[in-house]
């Protein structure tokens, strides 16, 4: 499918499934409102690098404790 979309709100990029091993760079302009006003634009620029994987899941050695956390808490 090779299709590249862009979450107009939260920013996230998803790349699905490239053609080609390689170098990339993608380039965007960002436009920001205010009250349905253009106020600020801004062009962003970011490489890509594109290559062979397995795509396997990590492997947990041991197994881990279930804890429960409250809000405000520290994890040790």
Do not use: F, H
């Not at 499918?1 to 499934?17: C, P, R």
């Amino acid at each position: 499918m090779n299709q590249l979309s862009i979450n107009e709100i939260t920013g996230d990029i998803v790349w699905d499934a490239p053609q080609r091993r390689g170098e990339y760079n993608l380039a965007i302009i960002i436009v920001e409102y205010r009250d349905g006003i253009p106020i600020d634009t801004i062009a962003r620029d970011m490489p890509n690098q594109r290559g062979e994987c397995g795509n396997e899941p990590p492997v947990v050695e041991t197994p881990l404790e279930e804890i429960c956390v409250i809000a405000g808490q520290v994890v040790k």
